[in-house]
């Protein structure tokens, strides 16, 4: 079992920052994938960005040139740097990470663990 941990949500105004970390214990096999996801009320759950065992990263084109997927593999942590933030990027964020995984897509049924979430509301 793999236990998934999200922390650094919050309230912010638009244009402004938060950074979301994600820390990933248990039965880790690596090289392991790890992404962002979201979901806001009435709505499907969808990709931010997610990063492969290869080191590849994908964006959602919502974010692309605002947000920025880091991920440090010793410590198996991921974070997710957001900035001018927007009052659509409203909503509950998650992270996943999918063990033994080198190519992943920004697809929520690709992972298998999953966090608990952590809000992020932006106000205009």
């Known amino acids: 079992q793999v236990q998934v941990a999200e922390s650094g949500g919050g309230s912010v105004q638009s244009g402004g920052s938060l950074r979301l970390s994600c820390a990933a214990s248990?039965?880790?096999?690596?090289?392991?994938?790890m992404g962002w996801f979201r979901q806001a009320p009435g709505k499907e759950r969808e990709g931010v960005a997610v990063?492969?065992?290869?080191?590849?990263?994908t964006y959602a084109d919502s974010v692309k040139g605002r947000f920025t997927i880091s991920q440090d593999n010793a410590k198996n942590t991921l974070n997710l740097q957001m900035n001018n933030l927007k009052p659509e990027d409203t909503a509950m964020y998650y992270c996943?990470?999918?063990?033994?995984?080198?190519?992943?897509?920004?697809?929520?049924?690709?992972?298998?663990?999953w966090g608990q979430g952590t809000r992020v509301t932006v106000s205009s």
């Open positions: 996943a990470v999918e063990n033994n995984c080198w190519v992943i897509h920004n697809t929520p049924g690709d992972f298998g663990y």
């Open positions: 248990g039965y880790i096999y690596s090289p392991i994938c």
């Open positions: 990063i492969g065992g290869d080191g590849t990263t």
